[in-house]
């Protein structure tokens, strides 16, 4: 079965650079969800959207920002890096009229922020 | 702030039935309890969700106490693949938003 894609798998940035990272939920999902893990952290919730709109907001920084395109798939984007940035980015999507909130996680975009 | 909390780490053995607890005392009458692990920095894997009834499937049992301040999961014949981190969620609201609140999870070890 069709997973949650996301691109690139890993990605070296330095200082202040920006970063953009792409995700390609399930087919016929409806909602992507934005988290991010720090080295040994619990994953935090950022953003998510359903059908192109955003729908929740979490701990997302004000340089960061994203959407849902017409094809469902999301981006992510983060300016002025900074260190404290490295983290792994798990996209994840569901469909909303399926089991509640059951999410399908990609594998991961592993940031290094140099 | 976590609305969960997990014994940081269990052990149990290969076949047997592994039993993760988690205490939600402060949840709401509407929020869910979901599962969900992690292998190795893998992207998280729902296993389950409830509200106030057990709950079984393929993977696991979710037994949900009366008051609904603690719930089980129940992996009933735990194998060498089972080994990962396990994350206890509430779905809650937070300002006008609904996320899933993470906690530090509970470190399981499957030994042989």
């Known amino acids: 079965a069709a997973g949650v894609i996301q691109s690139p798998r890993h990605l070296i940035k330095e200082k202040r650079e920006t970063a953009t990272l792409k995700c390609y939920p399930i087919?016929?999902?409806?909602?992507v969800y934005w988290y991010q893990q720090g080295p040994g952290q619990d994953p935090q919730f950022l953003i998510s959207?359903?059908?192109?709109?955003?729908?929740d907001k979490g701990s997302i920084p004000d340089r960061f920002s994203a959407q849902q395109f017409s094809d469902y798939h999301s981006e992510l984007n983060m300016s002025s890096l900074e260190l404290g940035d490295s983290a792994l980015y798990f996209c994840a999507s569901s469909f909303t009229s399926g089991r509640a909130n059951e999410q399908f996680f990609g594998p991961g975009t592993r940031l290094t922020v140099l | 702030d976590a609305k969960t909390t997990q014994p940081p780490s269990m052990d149990c053995a290969e076949g047997r039935a592994a039993n993760l607890p988690c205490n939600h005392s402060t949840i709401s009458g509407n929020e869910y309890v979901y599962w969900y692990r992690q292998i190795h920095s893998q992207g998280p894997q729902y296993i389950i969700h409830?509200?106030?009834?057990?709950e079984t499937n393929e993977m696991a049992s979710l037994i949900i106490t009366e008051d609904r301040k603690s719930s089980t999961l129940i992996l009933p014949h735990a194998t060498l693949r089972d080994t990962a981190v396990y994350y206890c969620?509430?779905?809650?609201?937070?300002?006008?938003?609904?996320?899933?609140?993470w906690g530090a999870g509970t470190k399981l070890i499957i030994k042989p």
């Open positions: 409830g509200l106030k009834n057990n």
């Open positions: 087919p016929r999902h409806d909602t």
């Open positions: 969620i509430v779905r809650a609201r937070v300002d006008s938003n609904y996320q899933l609140i």
């Open positions: 959207f359903y059908e192109k709109m955003q729908s």
